[in-house]
Nanobody
């Protein structure tokens, strides 16, 4: 039983920066990979960045070099620092974790999302 709550989305001008947060509760996720996805109008859900339990990160080509994913395992919080924002970054950003539980199988948990709007 995991709850994920995002925050930090805002309306910003192109070239600006934002830091998104994803606070998890219900279970310690220090050993789990976590992800940021985004969903823009008229587009399919896109994987933006991932971070493993060991801290290994991966980024979509569209954000590589402009975004940094990180986590505070003690606080059970994941972050996405976004710099040099572009209008194309406008989307609802959602955090995600997949948990493999014995017997019960695999569970995917999603946050409610936070809106990022980048104006030109």
């Amino acid at each position: 039983q995991v709850q994920l709550v995002e925050s930090g989305g805002d309306l910003v001008q192109a070239g600006g920066s934002l830091t998104l947060s994803c606070a998890a509760s219900g279970r310690t996720l220090s050993r789990n990979d976590m992800d940021w996805y985004r969903q823009a109008l008229g587009h399919e859900r896109e994987l933006v960045a991932t971070i493993s339990g060991g801290g290994t990160t991966n980024y979509a080509d569209s954000v590589r070099g402009r975004c940094t994913i990180s986590r505070d395992t003690a606080k059970n919080i994941m972050y996405l620092q976004m710099n040099t924002l572009k209008p194309e970054d406008t989307a609802v950003y959602v955090c995600h974790v997949r948990i493999a539980a014995s017997i019960d199988g695999v569970y995917d948990y999603w946050g409610r999302g936070t809106q990022v709007t980048v104006s030109s």
